[in-house]
């Protein structure tokens, strides 16, 4: 570690109209608001905005399919088109909430399936990358996957996202949710995760704003990463 310690964030998903978003900007830097097509709708966005102007956290957008049932969380074969349609339209909507504010959004992060196919396909990750780059946005996403690579090639910066709770495969993969032991609960794994993953060098942590146990989750992650001298830092 250096003479001045690495920053790192701490990001929710937040505004999918769970009770508990309020105590969960209380405690992360970074808020990925829902666009209203997975989850929540154009109230809970705007409230989710202004809750977040008001803490000094930055706000970015969080994209996904339109699939309230499924909560965005079914995958679709989809085209590079669509899926910077998809995109562009929803993060536009935000946007144009957040500017109601005087505010403004700091980044995107696709939601549930879009993130995870983002991950690995090239064509949904051209899709994501264009739209970024067409609202000059930096996109969240896993080191050394698809995304990534693209990001680089298509010059759209690339924020190194981790999973504090989530089981990765040996390949550097998720564990699929409906998988046994995909979900980490153990606080002893999950702080050896955070670890690990800080010293990887990702710049920001993932908390699920739509599990019941993520504001004790994001308290025993800010714990872990004060023990380590890690301070917190938002993208504003």
């Not at 996957?145 to 040996?170: K, M, N, Q, W």
């Amino acid at each position: 570690m250096t003479d001045r310690p690495p920053s790192i964030d701490l990001n929710a998903d937040l505004g999918e109209g769970c009770p508990w978003d309020e105590l969960l900007l209380d405690r992360v830097t970074s808020a990925c608001v829902c666009c209203g097509a997975h989850a929540g709708d154009r109230d809970t966005s705007l409230r989710t905005l202004r809750w977040a102007q008001e803490r000094g956290v930055a706000a970015g957008a969080h994209p996904g399919y339109a699939d309230r049932d499924g909560f965005g969380r079914v995958e679709r074969t989809v085209s590079t088109a669509e899926v910077e349609a998809i995109v562009m339209s929803q993060v536009q909507e935000l946007a144009k909430l957040a500017g109601s504010l005087g505010s403004r959004l700091h980044f995107l992060k696709p939601h549930g399936a879009l993130y995870n196919q983002a991950q690995r396909d090239p064509e949904v990750a051209r899709g994501v990358l264009h739209a970024a780059r067409a609202l000059e946005l930096p996109v969240l996403g896993q080191p050394a996957s698809t995304l990534a690579a693209l990001a680089e090639s298509l010059g759209v910066r690339l924020i190194r996202e981790g999973f504090a709770d989530r089981r990765y495969r040996p390949d550097g993969r998720l564990m699929p949710r409906a998988e046994p032991g995909a979900i980490l609960e153990d606080p002893a794994e999950v702080e050896a995760q955070v670890v690990r993953l800080v010293q990887q060098g990702i710049d920001t942590l993932c908390i699920h704003g739509d599990d019941p146990r993520s504001v004790a989750l994001a308290d025993h992650v800010r714990t872990v990463l004060c023990r380590v001298e890690i301070p917190l830092r938002s993208w504003l």
